[in-house]
């Protein structure tokens, strides 16, 4: 089907397949194969949002790691000394958009279920990113153990004998631990 208005044309035009620019004879097109503009309602505000729940994220592993780290280290630790997580916010910016196009390619008719399934994907990639610059943080501060110096510590992770065992890369700290 024949798309005869322009901004229609660039919101689904046979998926976007070709993109019309103006050169010294006029106006050429070229195939491209994607399309120009992605069709979801409040694209822009839902990648906003989620950019700012991953910019939290990091704030919190920031946050976290000097306050449980900084006196550890002589001179003690600031933020300029943390590694930078752009890239890795920009990875997941990226594939939050791919992840998103795929369901919403799946799901269109349905926001119902659309909405649910984000949420879930959101969360999940959240909680990775969270895990991932922890554990970048942390390596590039030489911390690769911890010693378990409280009693509050769950059952489930090594009791406090004071032995070293291998952090654990969660978004944060638990209770009662520290680098050695």
Do not use: C
């Amino acid at each position: 089907m024949m798309e005869t208005k322009f901004s229609r044309f660039l919101r689904a035009g046979g998926n976007g397949e070709f993109l019309l620019f103006r050169s010294g004879n006029g106006y050429d097109g070229v195939r491209l194969g994607l399309a120009a503009k992605f069709d979801l309602p409040g694209y822009t505000r839902l990648r906003a949002d989620f950019e700012a729940r991953l910019a939290r994220a990091d704030q919190i592993n920031r946050d976290l790691i000097l306050r449980s780290a900084a006196t550890a280290f002589d001179p003690p630790l600031t933020t300029a000394d943390l590694i930078d997580a752009r890239g890795d916010m920009d990875a997941a910016l990226a594939e939050w958009e791919r992840r998103v196009e795929t369901l919403w390619d799946e799901w269109p008719e349905r926001p119902g279920r659309f909405t649910p399934l984000r949420r879930s994907l959101e969360a999940n990639l959240i909680a990775s990113f969270a895990g991932l610059i922890n554990e970048r943080r942390q390596r590039g501060l030489g911390i690769d153990q911890y010693i378990w110096r409280s009693r509050r510590a769950r059952r489930r992770w090594t009791p406090p004998t004071g032995r070293a065992s291998p952090p654990k890369h969660r978004s944060g700290t638990p209770s009662g631990t520290g680098p050695i």
